[in-house]
C-alpha cells in the first residue's frame, strides 16, 4: 500500500498569485496523477505527472497553468498560475503502483484552495 | 469510450437501513471496477474492488459484485451507520487503449445516515 501526505492542506490565495502543492509518497510509485475536484463536483484529471519529463495533460488543461513538477518516483509538485476564483477546488495527488488493472490507485488528502 | 454513472443523490437514510447505490459502466475489454469513499473533509480511500466478472468486492460490511452481462457494480450494505455518511464513488480502470493507466469516476452520490 501506499500512504500520501500534501502539503498545504488548505489555502486562502489572491487573485493572480500563484500556489504550489506538494505530495509526497511514502514508497515508490510508477504512476502519478493530479486531479481537481471543484464544489459538489466529480474528479477531473488534470494530468499524469511523469518521473524526469513534462506532464501528459488532459483535454482542456495546459502546462502554462498548471505546471508540474516529478523528480522522481515518491515526489511530485503541482502550480496553479495567475489564479481566479474559478480555480476554487480541492486538488487531489493520486499514485498507483502498477500498470495492471489489478493494482491500486491511492490518494492524498487533498489540498482545499480557495481564491479571493 | 470509457464512462461510469451512478444513481444521483443525494441518498438519505435511518441507521440500520439497508443501502444500495447503483452504478453501471460502459468499457470496452475487460476493466477492473472500484468503489470509493470520501469521508467529510477528507481524500479518497479505496473501499473495495473486483478485477474480474462475478467478483464480489467486500469491505467494511459493503459489498459489490461486478456483472459484466448488465454492466453494472451496484454497492450495497445490509445496515447502516451514522459513520457511514460520506459521498461514494464507482470508478473504473481499464488497461486497455487511451485509457491507459486513468481511473474514470462516477459522478459521486452524497449518503447521509440519521440515527
Known amino acids: 500500500s501506499a500512504v500520501i501526505s500534501q502539503k498545504p492542506s488548505r489555502d486562502i490565495c489572491q487573485r493572480g498569485t500563484s500556489l504550489t502543492i506538494q505530495c509526497q509518497v511514502d514508497s515508490q510509485v510508477t504512476m502519478m496523477f493530479w486531479y481537481r475536484q471543484q464544489p459538489g463536483q466529480s474528479l477531473t484529471l488534470i494530468a499524469t505527472?511523469?518521473?524526469?519529463?513534462?506532464?501528459?495533460?488532459e483535454s482542456g488543461f495546459v502546462i502554462d497553468k498548471f505546471p508540474i513538477s516529478r523528480p522522481n518516483l515518491t515526489f511530485s509538485t503541482l502550480t496553479v498560475s495567475n489564479m481566479s476564483p474559478e480555480d476554487s477546488s480541492i486538488y487531489l495527488c493520486?499514485?498507483?503502483?502498477?500498470?495492471?488493472?489489478?493494482?491500486?490507485?491511492?490518494f492524498g488528502p487533498g489540498t482545499r484552495l480557495t481564491v479571493l | 469510450g470509457n464512462s461510469v454513472t451512478q444513481m444521483e443523490g443525494p441518498v438519505t437514510l435511518s441507521e440500520e437501513a439497508f443501502l444500495t447505490i447503483n452504478c453501471t459502466y460502459t468499457?470496452?475489454?475487460?476493466?477492473?471496477l472500484f468503489w470509493y469513499v470520501q469521508y467529510p473533509g477528507e481524500g479518497l480511500q479505496l473501499l473495495l474492488k473486483a478485477t474480474k466478472a462475478d467478483d464480489k468486492g467486500s469491505n467494511k460490511g459493503f459489498e459489490a459484485t461486478y456483472r459484466k452481462e448488465t454492466t453494472s457494480f451496484h454497492l450495497e450494505k445490509g445496515s447502516v451507520q451514522v459513520s457511514d455518511s460520506a459521498v461514494y464513488f464507482c470508478a473504473l480502470y481499464n488497461a486497455g487503449g487511451t485509457s491507459y493507466g486513468k481511473l474514470t469516476f462516477g459522478q459521486g452520490t452524497i449518503l447521509t445516515v440519521h440515527p
Open positions: 468499457a470496452t475489454g475487460y476493466p477492473s
Open positions: 493520486s499514485g498507483r503502483m502498477g500498470w495492471t488493472s489489478t493494482d491500486t490507485q491511492y
Open positions: 505527472a511523469n518521473q524526469g519529463s513534462e506532464a501528459t495533460y
